[in-house]
């Protein structure tokens, strides 16, 4: 039982057009030596150092009617002058941030997460905490409501007003919605699931909330099979922010934020599953999969957060690769998606993957690591160097769960051996608790495929691994610099199906040409241009991204190009040789004869046979 007295808020959306909340936080009992304050600097799910401490704009505290002093001892850390009356702190943040991670406040729409706006009373972090969410003020606002999976403690049902947690660690773990949203509902697991919609929207919500009931229902039954399948929370929101072009999600306990294009919500009476919305559903699926993967079942470095500094671990490849390998694959066992749709999908992942050099240079294990320097800092020089614990951590899943199907295991057994051991009971994961596992339940000769494909930089033999249930691995080379894989063909082109030449860079831009990566050891590298370079003339002729397409398509390899480019201001003069493309392009086909045993073991695998054509889309 909790004894200590509550940490009361007070967060008041000040005034939209300055982007300003109020933020108060009041403690009953201050330590009489001066009660300090901290924010944290990161927020879980997303591992960078934020400092949201960077946009607190004013502090100020007051005690028994009076102002008193408040200094500050470090970036994240305040410090009240000794008082013995109930204290106060008042703060000013700035909140413009429109991504899943901070907050955000105009006249159109307010969000936060706690991280970002409450200050923690140290010593005080295990006290129960009451939150009162107040209404901007104005007419403006009448339609506006709140959508959090914070307890309600007196607020009606999307109410401002009165909300509560158990502790500092909940309260953070509820992100706030207030607007003018679209609701839509629907039952799994026992919870109810709630989608809050914000943006300028024209969506068949239905349809949404049907999808999302399939997905959410399988992942339920997945980890509690049986008498226990129950969600692990009574209720689940998510919330998502619909924009022109945007793409993120961040995990919580019981809700996710999601940013999506708003084209990439079904439109109403369109009955095809497009690519744009199977990649929201993908992206629903797999902020869902994290309430258990990495909310319950935690790296034990994160058995309490320090949300101060860094927290390494080697594992973000489970919780985030897992994750996003059981996403998609969510979509097609549920039903949502067909055997074929789902194939389409790991060719890109196994696309996105194989044009990366880095790939060799960094394991997964270190990316892990490394995230907080590394993954969330991309740079020109990203694909050389390093690897995406995500799309690759999801090609070893994959590779894993095929490895362990040969031998009468699956990935899903581990993963419920996982929940099971450690998720279930709120411990955390050991740095080798998922390898232990894999080869208890498959033989101590597993620790190698972990030395080769986690720790080391190989890659792993999927070609190998799909073939044996009968799933084919096709390479190519890519038909323009959009092509992302996973089809047969890369689309039309101008010039049809000529062969097109590597420059061994990513553009970016249209008129003008960028060179987003120079890839080691290719053409551009070799001729001296580096990410960054403006290419403005290529063969005599000005530079845009689609004169260097229909290049690309008429030149032959071994052809030398001037190329004329600025790095800064400074015009560098060079010479370009064109190679033959690599055929770094996947996708994948089922083999229509197979014997029953391995059509049996891909059915198992995908839930459905891909070789059959599916009587609905
Ligand atoms: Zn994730």
């Given amino acids: 039982m909790n004894t200590l007295p509550a940490t009361r808020y007070r967060i008041v959306p000040l005034d939209p057009r300055s982007h300003l909340f109020e933020v108060r936080c009041s403690v009953a009992e201050p330590d009489p030596a001066g009660q300090r304050f901290r924010l944290p600097s990161w927020i879980p799910g997303s591992y960078l150092i934020r400092e949201f401490a960077r946009h607190f704009v004013s502090v100020r505290a007051e005690s028994g009617g009076a102002t008193i002093a408040i200094e500050k001892e470090a970036k994240d850390l305040w410090r009240a002058a000794p008082c013995t009356e109930p204290l106060t702190v008042v703060a000013h943040v700035y909140a413009f941030d429109f991504s899943v991670r901070a907050a955000y406040l105009d006249a159109a729409r307010g969000y936060f997460n706690g991280p970002s706006v409450f200050l923690c009373p140290e010593g005080r972090a295990d006290a129960p905490c009451e939150v009162e969410i107040a209404a901007p003020q104005g007419v403006a606002y009448r339609n506006w409501r709140v959508a959090t999976t914070l307890p309600r403690a007196g607020a009606a049902p999307w109410g401002f007003g009165s909300y509560r947690a158990e502790n500092y660690d909940e309260l953070i773990d509820h992100p706030v919605e207030m607007a003018a949203f679209s609701l839509t509902s629907f039952e799994a697991g026992g919870a109810t699931h709630d989608i809050a919609i914000t943006g300028h929207v024209h969506a068949d919500l239905d349809r949404v909330a049907r999808d999302l009931r399939r997905i959410c229902q399988w992942q339920i039954d997945f980890f509690g099979a049986g008498p226990e399948s129950r969600a692990p929370f009574d209720r689940y929101l998510f919330q998502v922010a619909a924009v022109g072009d945007g793409y993120g999600g961040l995990e919580h306990r019981s809700s996710t934020s999601l940013v999506c294009k708003r084209d990439e919500l079904p439109a109403p009476g369109m009955a095809r599953l497009t690519d744009d919305y199977r990649r929201f559903l993908g992206l629903a699926s797999h902020e869902y999969f994290h309430s258990w993967n ?36 969510a979509l097609v066992r549920s039903g949502v998606i067909a055997p074929k749709s789902y194939l389409e999908l790991v060719g890109q992942t196994i696309t996105v993957v194989s044009r990366e050099p880095g790939r060799h240079v960094q394991s997964v294990a270190d990316s892990s690591f490394d995230a907080w320097i590394k993954y969330y800092r991309r740079d020109e020089n990203t694909p050389n160097a390093g690897v995406s614990y995500y799309a690759k951590g999801s090609l070893i899943a994959l590779a894993l769960d095929l490895t362990l199907r040969n031998r009468g295991a699956s990935l899903d057994a581990l993963m419920r051996e996982l929940w099971q051991r450690y998720g279930r009971l709120g411990i955390g994961v050991p740095e080798d608790g998922f390898e232990a596992i894999a080869i208890e339940l498959a033989g101590a000769d597993l620790a190698t495929f972990f030395a080769r494909y986690v720790r080391g930089t190989e890659d792993p033999p999927l070609a190998d691994l799909l073939g044996g249930i009968g799933v084919t691995v096709h390479w190519r080379t890519a038909a323009s610099e959009s092509d992302r894989g996973g089809k047969a063909g890369g689309g039309s082109e101008t010039d049809g199906d000529a062969p097109r030449r590597w420059l061994g860079a990513r553009l970016a831009g249209g008129a003008t040409v960028t060179l987003q990566h120079v890839l080691s050891g290719g053409p551009a590298e070799q001729a001296g241009l580096a990410g960054g370079d403006v290419i403005v003339a290529i063969d005599g002729v000005r530079a845009s991204v689609d004169a260097i397409e229909k290049l690309l398509r008429r030149r032959g390899a071994g052809d030398v190009l001037a190329v004329h480019a600025f790095r800064r201001d400074e015009l560098i003069v060079t010479e370009l040789t064109l190679a033959e493309a690599p055929r770094d392009v996947c996708w994948l086909s089922p083999e229509a004869t197979v014997d029953e045993e391995t059509r049996a073991r891909r059915t198992a695998w995908l839930g459905n046979d891909p070789a059959v054509r599916p009587a609905t889309t």
């Avoid at 319950?296 to 101060?308: Q, S």
């Avoid at 390494?312 to 996003?324: A, D």
């Fill in 294 to 329: 990495v909310k319950r079942i935690k790296p034990a470095a994160f058995v309490p957060y320090d949300l101060g500094r860094e927290n390494y671990t080697r594992q973000l490849w489970v919780f985030e690769g897992v994750t996003s390998y059981y996403d998609d694959l």
